[in-house]
């Protein structure tokens, strides 16, 4: 099911976005070059090898923040397919397979979830980095970005621990008492023989099954919070009101453009 963008992902979608849907509609140059490009890949895809386009400090800054911004969203949405996909991939499976359908769908999230940290951490580091350099941001992305990055790892530390000993260990998720559960159930009836404990199985498969469905609409929704309180949290400094994105003075094809916006009171 589609989500709602929250209020400042779409407002930084808009920010972002514009600088190169104007270029595109002002710049037949760039439209001709572009539409180019893409057919090369689209007609000898595994051959085609593209040189790097140049582009003015102030474009190339954009490009890269709507590259990172944008992989993002993508794993937010990522997380949004999991959680549709999982909660229907189960009741049509066979018993047999439930244990190992519930821990590819657990794991998937789990290592969706570290991606997703990763990437919103680069996207701070991108704004620190490239907004520092300006006097006029120093302080403030300095002490909101460290803030930020503290308060999203603070968030996810629980899930990325349990990633971690995963991938590292072992499959069998102690740290999620539902799985370990089924999972002694079927080496008790599997392996060794006790059948009366069959119905308690079947109780089990069900209560995994709605566990995960839990715990995956819980961390697709944290996703996009985290990721809204990012963009919330950066907007005072770096985004106007008429949704632009300020370009620092040092990337701005033209320096005094910022300061005549500001005396201007855009």
């Keep these: 099911m589609e989500r709602d963008l929250p209020s400042y992902i779409k407002r930084y979608m808009v920010a972002l976005g514009t600088p190169a849907i104007t270029r595109w509609k002002n710049d037949q140059t760039h439209r001709e070059l572009a539409e180019m490009r893409s057919m090369q890949v689209i007609e000898a895809p595994w051959e085609t090898e593209l040189s790097t386009v140049g582009v003015s400090r102030e474009f190339g800054f954009l490009r890269d923040f709507w590259n990172l911004f944008h992989e993002c969203i993508q794993s937010c949405q990522t997380l949004d397919l999991v959680r549709d996909l999982a909660s229907k991939s189960i009741d049509p499976m066979e018993p047999e397979r439930h244990t190992a359908t519930v821990t590819f769908w657990m794991e998937t999230y789990l290592n969706e979830v570290y991606i997703f940290q990763c990437r919103l951490l680069d996207l701070i580091k991108f704004i620190q980095r490239r907004y520092k350099k300006d006097a006029d941001f120093t302080e403030f992305v300095t002490e909101v970005g460290d803030s930020l990055a503290e308060f999203v790892q603070e968030q996810l530390a629980p899930l990325i621990k349990d990633r971690g000993s995963h991938v590292h260990e072992h499959r069998h998720r102690l740290a999620d008492p539902e799985l370990a559960k089924l999972t002694l159930l079927d080496t008790m009836i599997d392996v060794l023989g006790h059948a009366e404990l069959n119905d308690m199985r079947e ?20 996703a996009w919070h985290l990721f809204n309180e990012v963009c919330r949290g950066f907007s005072d400094g770096i985004l106007l009101d008429i949704d632009r994105i300020i370009v620092p003075l040092h990337l701005k094809d033209s320096p005094h453009a910022l300061h005549e916006m500001r005396r201007s009171g855009i």
């Design 203 to 222: 109780q089990s498969r069900k209560d995994t099954a709605a566990w995960l469905t839990t715990q995956v609409r819980h961390f697709s929704d944290l």
